[in-house]
């Protein structure tokens, strides 16, 4: 049977837009997918020549570029730049959206989207606060179209490989859990306009980097078969402000899921991050380790517990699982998009809504108490 073939039209021309696009033009054969295929019909940017450098760039892929089979295979025939987002919301011959803005739009552009009749895929972090991105899920609703949060982790090989550990059961009840995501990303060195230093970009550690710990909070976690707890939420936060613009330098929460144990997930920009263990659950029968980095982990161990503690987990594995050659790691969550729509869903069983509600009142929550730039931030659904 053909494969569904989605069209798409992407919201920005910026570093992630870039590398969404050029995922989108790799052939699907490469990651074992034939069910789904993927065009580009529509590129916008707030102007029309970056629009049109951004698909001559796609176009131009050099030879043995694993993105130069996209051109030569018909995913950008047709495709148009446009000098605005409302050019593509409007287009006919574009199904769904990618929203590469910086954080303060995705609500905007998302809900013009929805509103227009597309299908989105946003980018992380969905919203700015949760009031918005129940606004959104609303508009999903009552348009009838797909959303979800382009949390690309979720849809990595190694993703569905720490799912099934967790689902065989061998590690027990989960007793701890830590994740954390830092780099060393030297905001000194970087303008004020750089949407990491700026507050009003929605910037600093919380917001961009907040949710990939909580990838791993909601995989190992979350969506264990042992958690009976919907809603959990943040005891206890703190914030180290950057000086210079009032942004989080890093951030630390822990949350707690009744019945079953609390969470410490840190993120920070101004230290490299723990190589061999940015996430740990430390489970009855053992421990389960993902390496560096959270956005993109490839290798995960299973660790048995301190010889004076008995459990049954008797020797350490280590378990390789990379993203396909040639894939940067983003068109898995594209062809999920594809799935659902084919399928005539709304929402994603594996990046559900609820899930980006529960990881939104987190961020809510630690901005709140804190005492960043971005505390009193409001988004702007309603207004
Ligand atoms: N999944 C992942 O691995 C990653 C996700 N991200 C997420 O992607 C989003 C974008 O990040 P990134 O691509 O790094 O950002 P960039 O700054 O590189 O690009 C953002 C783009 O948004 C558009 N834009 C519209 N209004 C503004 C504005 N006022 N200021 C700046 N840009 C504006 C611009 O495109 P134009 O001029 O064409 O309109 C710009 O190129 C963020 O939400 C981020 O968290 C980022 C990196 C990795
Ligand atoms: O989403 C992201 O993943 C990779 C990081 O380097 C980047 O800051 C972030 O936006």
Redesign the pocket.
């Known amino acids: 049977m053909a494969p569904y073939t989605l069209r798409w039209g992407i919201i920005a021309t910026g570093k ?1 837009s870039g590398q969404f696009a050029r995922d989108l033009l790799v052939d699907p054969s490469t990651r074992e997918v034939s069910d789904v295929a993927h065009q580009i019909t529509a590129v916008g940017s707030r102007s029309v020549e970056s629009a049109q450098r951004f698909i001559d760039g796609l176009k131009s892929a050099g030879e043995g570029e694993s993105f130069a089979w996209g051109a030569k295979n018909g995913v950008l025939d047709n495709v148009k730049a446009r000098g605005s987002y409302d050019g593509v919301y409007n287009d006919p011959n574009v199904d769904a959206i990618y929203v590469g803005t910086p954080h303060n739009l995705h609500y905007r552009n998302t809900k013009d989207a929805l509103l227009a009749g597309k299908h989105v895929l946003c ?2 972090p969905f919203t700015i606060d949760v009031e918005e991105l129940e606004d959104l899920i609303a508009t999903a609703k009552a348009k009838n179209v797909f959303l979800m949060e382009a949390v690309w982790t979720r849809f990595h090989p190694i993703a569905y490989a720490v799912d099934e550990v967790i689902k065989s059961g061998k590690l027990g009840k989960p007793k701890r859990f830590s994740a954390d ?1 830092s ?1 060393e ?1 030297d905001l000194d060195s970087k303008p004020d306009s750089n949407r ?1 230093v700026d507050p009003a970009l929605g910037g600093g550690s919380l917001l ?2 907040g ?2 710990p909580s990838v791993w909070a909601m995989l190992l976690l979350h969506r264990n078969p042992h958690n009976t707890d919907k809603f959990p939420s943040v005891v206890s936060s703190h914030q180290s402000i950057y000086k210079r613009s009032g942004v989080d330098l890093d951030s630390r929460w822990i949350v707690e899921w009744d019945g079953l144990c609390r969470g410490t997930l840190t993120t920070d920009l101004s230290a490299p991050g723990l190589k061999e263990n940015t996430a740990v659950v430390q489970c009855e029968q053992g421990d389960l380790v993902i390496e560096y ?1 959270p ?2 982990p490839e290798t995960f161990h299973i660790i048995p517990r301190p010889d004076r503690f008995i459990g049954s987990i008797k020797e350490k594995t280590t378990h390789h699982h990379p993203v396909h050659a040639g894939n940067h790691g983003m068109s898995y969550e594209a062809d999920e998009v594809a799935r659902c729509i084919r399928a005539g869903k709304i929402q994603s069983d594996r990046m559900p809504w609820d899930e980006s509600v529960v990881v939104q009142k987190w961020f809510d929550s630690v901005r709140k108490s804190g005492d960043s730039a971005t505390k009193g931030m409001k988004g702007s659904a309603g207004q």
Do not use: N
């Open positions: 992630i980018e992380k995501f780099m990303y990491f961009d980097m949710p990939y980095p956005q993109k």
